[in-house]
């Protein structure tokens, strides 16, 4: 069984900061890429940063230049959010592409923590 653990989270006044991170744990023989996801009221799920096993990273346009997704080590990773916007606003889900004797390669999702941005 893997379980993706999130932390961080919570309201933060418009301009502020948060860090998020999140943990894999379990019987992983190896992660490809890992990611966040957000999904804000009435909207569909989006891609909000990723990074792969070898380093390679995309953000979404609406926050390049404001968040710094990076790999703590193989099973975990972080993210930085500087200069929210209330736009920001969301649940936020990690994520995790992860092979494992059991299932073999499988998707698996964080909890999801909401972000409020707002003053």
């Known amino acids: 069984q893997v379980q993706l653990v999130e932390s961080g989270g919570g309201l933060v006044q418009p301009g502020g900061s948060l860090r998020r991170s999140c943990a894999a744990s379990?019987?992983?023989?190896?992660?490809?890429?890992m990611g966040w996801y957000r999904q804000a009221p009435g909207k569909q799920r989006e891609l909000v940063a990723s990074?792969?096993?070898?380093?390679?990273i995309d953000y979404a346009d609406s926050v390049t230049g404001r968040l710094a997704i990076s790999r703590d080590s193989g099973k975990s990773m972080a993210l930085p959010m500087n200069s929210l916007k209330v736009e920001d606003t969301a649940v936020y889900y990690c994520?995790?592409?992860?092979?494992?004797?059991?299932?073999?390669?499988?998707?698996?999702w964080g909890q999801g923590t909401k972000v409020t941005v707002s003053s």
């Open positions: 379990g019987s992983i023989l190896s992660i490809n890429t």
């Open positions: 990074i792969s096993n070898r380093g390679s």
């Open positions: 994520n995790a592409l992860v092979t494992t004797l059991a299932r073999g390669r499988a998707n698996y």
